[in-house]
């Protein structure tokens, strides 16, 4: 196995530092290293694999459409596109639907969408469109993307990146009036902030959101990336308060851990202000990402999976906040999305956690990110809050 590890660090670049774990082989929620090891995976590639480890209704959609045809440029029609356009945007109730691959591609689409409107709809002068972000926020590594993020470590050398962006704190809602002026195009937020911690905003921010943006002119960007389909108990995360933005930004699940696929989702009135030539991708909306994604978004719905993520996500978030110990500060979550904030280093004991076969992950140091498929059962979960239990609770008083 050591083979294995330095094989891979020979060759990698130098951008990760993975644990020493290599997993083989994965079903549902669970997963088994090379020496076949089982974990119940509580990270899901970081809620890529929603619908469970090598779902049989998303491999065989795989199969069928990869012995059929699997790549169709938009030069052309196919037959699935628009099938599946129908379907993602019946879901998110929206008018029209431009697939890329991955998150940060829709990220980037996103912010192109919001500058033009700016300009061809709004009336901001070319090149002086502004957006407004959420410090903490994570939304991918393109440049675009990185241009949104607060965090210097991650911007640092790479500029320079795009300007006019302004930053306030996730939940601010008197500085975020403040930063509104008549060049403002766009409004992006996480619902709930997944690298960021597992962060859930104040009471009623994301409502208050949407009415800043209605009375200003204002689009409201969702990245719901990693909080939607199904991850916090809904559907999408901004309907915990009952709010639709004017653009859904979606990817990781909805390719159902088999294929990437990402959407950004809006209506007409919106949407239109790209016209042919003006955005594209070679991959984005291509036969297989069709069908895989179809099948993907036909197990959430069929198998409840949503539902299921807002029962034991709820029973898990119970029983966390149980837990007697000194070092948790904060538990907090929504569905099967759960931070465990520690008031000192988590990764020690994601690596306990990991030993006694629940496999988990820190973000931002001293947070555990707590993100199973959302197929997991109630005996899995069982076993999910007695070990978490276990490895925290002798640490506490
Ligand atoms: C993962 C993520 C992205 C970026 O997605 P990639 O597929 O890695 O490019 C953007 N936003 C959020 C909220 C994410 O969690």
Redo the contacts with the bound molecule.
Sequence with gaps: MNDLFALTDQYSSNNYSPLKLALAKGRGAKVWDVEDNSYIDCVSG?SVVNQGHCHPKIIKAFQEQSEKITMVSRALYSDNLGKWEEKICSLANKEKVLPMN???EA?ETAIKIARKWGSDIKGVNDGEGEIIAMKGN????TLG?LSLSSQESYKQGFGPLLNNVHYTDFGDLSHLKDLINKNTTAIIL?PIQ??GGVNIPPDNFIKEVRKLCDEHNVLFIA?E??VGLGRTGKMFATEWEGVEPDIYLL??SLGGGLYPI?AVLANHDVMDVLTPGTHGSTFGGNPLACAVSMAALDVLIEEKLIENSAKLGQKLLNQLQLIDSNIISDVRGRGLFIGIELTEAAQPYCLEMIEKGVLCKETQGNIIRIAPPLVINEQEIDKVISVITEVLEKSGK
């Design positions: 970081f991955t998150g940060t990220i994570f939304h991918g590594r993307a996480e997944g690298e990245d990336i990693q990817g990781k990402s």
